[in-house]
């Protein structure tokens, strides 16, 4: 049972435009959702976050959206850029001793010059 | 602050040897935690230790296991070897707060790939 979804495994977009990374969970119980960037041979890094109290989280070209209602979340990048081409896994975390991270299985975004 | 150290980087293995997985923490933090990376699962929870104890449980095998020794470092172990065990395995550390998400900061990963 996938707890957190991202069912588009790649997006391709042009370099200056807009990319919507989208993910979907079913778990009420998460408290936390991030989003993470991972290139080849790197561990994840961390990029943008949001609690489940706010709906919305800007960070520079990054802002990250949740409708809980719908139980979905979506990361979005303006403008894009070709260094942005990664994998972008979604993940969410309850709190203190529930903190571990569910991970979604990622999307490839591919930035075009 | 050094970042969180895995070692080593890259591991072949046959089926059914064993292996076993270091990682060190950013200074300060208790927590570690364990994930598997493959391509068609993504990123999938192992196991967590703070305070050298296990303090949650990923959907493993008990193949899979880990410990974690006084000053943090931690290191997972996985015996009887077979072909799917081939996978990234990233490490986590974060410090520890009871009422707030703490976040995690990942090492670059031991790339173990068994023939």
């Known amino acids: 049972d996938q707890q957190v979804k991202q069912n588009s495994p790649s997006l391709s977009v042009q370099e200056g435009r807009i990319s919507i990374l989208n993910c979907d969970y079913t778990n009420s119980m998460f408290d936390y959702f991030l989003w993470y960037k991972k290139y080849p041979a790197e561990g994840p890094t961390f990029l943008i976050s949001i609690s489940s109290i706010k709906d919305k989280n800007e960070d520079g070209r990054f802002t990250v959206f949740l409708n809980k209602s719908a139980k979905h979340l979506s990361l979005h990048i303006v403008p894009s850029q070709p260094g942005d081409s990664a994998v972008y896994f979604c993940?969410?975390?309850?709190?203190?001793?529930?903190?571990?991270?569910?991970f979604g299985k990622g999307i490839t975004l591919s930035v075009r010059p | 602050k050094a970042g969180v150290t895995q070692t080593p980087r890259y591991l072949i293995k046959t089926r059914g040897q064993q292996v076993t997985l270091s990682c060190s923490p950013i200074?300060?933090?208790?927590?570690v935690s364990w994930y598997q990376q493959t391509p068609g699962q993504g990123l999938q929870f192992l196991f967590e230790?703070?305070?050298?104890?296990?303090?949650n449980k990923g959907n493993f095998p008990g193949r899979f296991s880990g410990r974690q020794f006084s000053n943090s470092r931690s290191e997972m172990n996985v015996s009887t070897l077979e072909l799917g065990d081939s996978a990234l395995y990233l490490c986590?550390?974060?410090?520890?707060?009871?009422?707030?998400?703490?976040?995690?900061?990942f090492g670059p990963g031991t790339r173990l790939t068994v023939l």
């Open positions: 230790y703070f305070s050298e104890t296990q303090r």
């Open positions: 986590a550390s974060s410090l520890v707060s009871p009422s707030s998400y703490n976040e995690q900061f």
């Open positions: 200074s300060g933090h208790r927590s």
């Open positions: 993940a969410a975390s309850g709190t203190g001793a529930n903190s571990k991270l569910t």
